[in-house]
């Protein structure tokens, strides 16, 4: 099973994208979903996570101008990104978070680029 994140693409600054990722089959026990972003020559970081229960966690970074929605049972994340910036520039992962047993799996990343 794979995770497929989809609608990356090239932006100005100040305009908005929005990020889908379901999987591929289904996935089982899962306890949270989430975006994480990686620019060029850092390391990987939170964007934001949303848990099965609907709880919501945002990196300062995304807070304010991003939302996570979608439904972990059915392996569904989104992510709404308005007044971009050109540091968030990076390419996008999705994630889930596996509690039986313990593991993660991620998707292969949708690149998201905010020109100035």
């Known amino acids: 099973v794979q995770l497929q994140a989809s609608g990356g693409g090239l932006v100005q600054a100040g305009e908005s994208l929005s990020l889908s990722c379901a999987a591929s089959g289904r996935i089982f026990s899962v306890y949270s979903m989430g975006w994480y972003r990686q620019a060029p020559s850092k390391e990987r970081e939170l964007v934001a996570t949303?848990?099965?229960?609907?709880?919501?966690n945002y990196a300062d970074s995304a807070k304010g101008r991003f939302t996570i929605s979608g439904d972990v049972a059915k392996n569904t994340v989104y992510l709404q990104m308005n007044s971009l910036k050109p540091e968030d520039t990076a390419v996008y992962y999705c994630?889930?978070?596996?509690?039986?047993?313990?593991?993660?799996?991620w998707g292969q990343g949708t690149e998201v680029t905010v020109s100035s």
């Open positions: 949303i848990t099965s229960g609907g709880s919501t």
């Open positions: 994630n889930a978070f596996l509690y039986q047993p313990k593991g993660e799996i």
